[in-house]
């Protein structure tokens, strides 16, 4: 279970988040939509525990004494590419995800989803734009977390992996995973998500159940 009440952000004199309340259950995945600077990008900061709010509580239902021992918990996939071009795909997974930690079955499988086994020694300069979004998201996924954040994870992944993807998603919702995600893609929150978040302008424009219908998609056709 998440429960975020009343959470607010602001940038200056900026108010970026106003007033966020939502609760999510296990196994659910909740699509975060809106226009260019609706907040989105600023509420999974915030979910991923990378800034502060200035104004309410995020429970995550989870035990943890620390900052650092709820980061064990939240995987987060950012929209920036975050990697070592001069490094092989192999050497940044291995630098990201130490051997102490290591889930070797769960590593294969994240591996397979991603379709990156024949990459691996690959220098990631080498490699194109959706394939290091595809290593991006693999390093965050390696975390077997009980919470993960996406940051519009499939821009630029070619269609077969995009696949992939979706069907990895409602596997690790079956699993009790927590997933929220951001995307301009109507296609892939569809077959995806069973709950959804409208964003503007910083304010809660709608939350509940994901109808494909919705008023908002219908303004982005």
Not at 111 to 117: F, P
Not at 143 to 170: A, C, H, N, Q, S
Not at 175 to 181: S, T, V
């Amino acid at each position: 279970m998440i429960k975020i009440e009343g959470l607010s952000k602001s940038y200056k004199k900026d108010r970026v988040l106003k007033n966020i309340t939502l609760e999510l259950n296990d196994g659910d995945v909740l699509g975060v939509v809106g226009p260019n600077g609706a907040g989105k990008s600023t509420l999974l900061s915030l979910l991923a525990t990378l800034m502060s709010q200035d104004e309410g509580t995020i429970d995550y239902g989870l035990k943890a004494d620390s900052l650092k021992e709820l980061r064990k918990h939240i995987a987060y996939v950012p929209q920036d590419i975050a990697l070592f071009e001069e490094m092989t795909v192999k050497e940044n997974l291995d630098i990201f995800y130490s051997e102490n930690n290591r889930d070797l079955k769960h590593m294969e499988e994240v591996m397979e989803v991603m379709k990156l086994g024949e990459y691996s020694s690959y220098k990631v300069k080498k490699l194109s734009g959706g394939m290091k979004r595809r290593v991006n998201m693999a390093i965050s996924l390696l975390k077997d977390t009980k919470v993960i954040l996406m940051d519009e994870p499939v821009v630029g992944v070619e269609y077969f992996i995009r696949k992939d993807i979706e069907k990895y998603i409602k596997v690790l919702s079956k699993r009790g995973k927590i997933i929220l995600m951001t995307s301009h893609m109507k296609e892939f929150l569809d077959r995806t998500c069973n709950r959804l978040l409208v964003l503007d302008a910083g304010e809660m424009k709608y939350f509940g159940d994901y109808h494909e219908d919705m008023e908002y998609f219908k303004k982005i056709d």
